[in-house]
Nanobody, 123 residues
Framework: QVHLVESGGGLVQAGGSLRLSCEAS????????MGWFRQAPGKDYEFIST????????YYTDSVKGRFTISRDNAKNTAYLQMNSLKPEDTAIYYC????????????????WGQGTQVTVSS
């Protein structure tokens, strides 16, 4: 079992940056692919990005390509989401998740989820 805790959210002006962290505890962190999702008010979960066990494989949804960067440090049991050039439409609760499988966009293929961190981008 893996316990995930996100941090790093907050209020930022459009064009600004934030780095989200997702610290894992419990099972072996490097056994899991990691993903980031977000949920805006009144909307469904949206896939953002995923990273493989080693960090070599990554994938992004089109709306964040070139602005967001996913990474991980297996020695620190932590995954990151660097978010640059933030837009008001990026406002949402951001969740990290862990999957025993390979990198995937599918929400139902993630086994463990954090509690989320709020990101608010003002115009």
């Amino acid at each position: 079992q893996v316990h995930l805790v996100e941090s790093g959210g907050g209020l930022v002006q459009a064009g600004g940056s934030l780095r989200l962290s997702c610290e894992a505890s419990g099972d072996t962190f490097s056994d899991y692919a990691m993903g980031w999702f977000r949920q805006a008010p009144g909307k469904d979960y949206e896939f953002i990005s995923t990273i493989s066990w080693t960090g070599v494989g990554t994938y992004y949804t089109d709306s964040v390509k070139g602005r967001f960067t996913i990474s991980r440090d297996n020695a620190k049991n932590t995954a990151y989401l660097q978010m640059n050039s933030l837009k008001p439409e990026d406002t949402a609760i951001y969740y990290c998740a862990a999957s025993r499988g390979y990198i995937t966009q599918a929400k139902n293929e993630y086994d463990y989820w954090g509690q989320g961190t709020q990101v608010t981008v003002s115009s």
